[in-house]
């Protein structure tokens, strides 16, 4: 019989016991970057959560275009609205393209300082098309509920609604 020789079980063990260390080692390191990063981004939307506190808006009815003025009569900037449009179905001149009760969200990005306002107008979109800056309400809309944005500092991150900063806007 050949005599096998391998590797002894006191250097297997050692190894083996190593490269657990490694692991961990990486696992930790890892969860810790992880838990910093969690930690940073959670703190910057209570920040931004926090701000919406003092946004304060006041929208007016903009007649001649068909739309409305958003002032910032708060004493921080904010970054954009959330407008949800309420579908009127019998909305004279809508064409159709939606069914009473029918909403959609629409988005602007676009900061308002203090002291500052945003137009937006009816488009000439019915319903679910493409809209853009200025002109984002759908001519089949006729009640909007306004909510200004914060969006926190940070690559990617959302907008934050101030709820508590809300309007209610008809038009029509």
């Not at 297997?12 to 260390?21: C, E, H, N, R, S």
Request: charged residues 20%; aromatic residues 6%; negative net charge.
């Amino acid at each position: 019989m050949a005599d096998k020789k391998g590797i002894s079980p006191l250097v297997a063990t050692v190894v083996l016991i190593g490269f657990v260390i490694v692991v961990i080692i990486i696992v930790i390191l890892w969860g810790t970057d992880f838990a910093k990063e969690r930690a940073e981004k959670s703190g910057k939307l209570d920040e931004a959560a926090r701000d919406c506190l003092n946004v304060v808006i006041n929208v007016e009815r903009n007649i001649q275009d068909d739309g409305f003025l958003i002032h910032n009569e708060g004493n921080l900037a904010f970054e954009g609205v959330f407008i949800k449009q309420h579908c009127e179905g019998n909305n004279p001149g809508c064409g159709g393209g939606c069914n009473s009760g029918d909403i959609a969200d629409t988005r602007v990005f676009s900061t308002v300082g203090v002291g500052g306002s945003l137009e937006v107008v009816k488009s000439n979109q019915t319903w679910g098309g493409r809209v853009t800056p200025p002109a984002v309400l759908y001519l089949c809309a006729g009640r909007f509920e306004i909510i200004p944005t914060k969006i926190p500092s940070g690559r990617g991150a959302p907008m934050i609604p101030c709820s508590g900063a809300k309007v209610d806007a008809i038009l029509g």
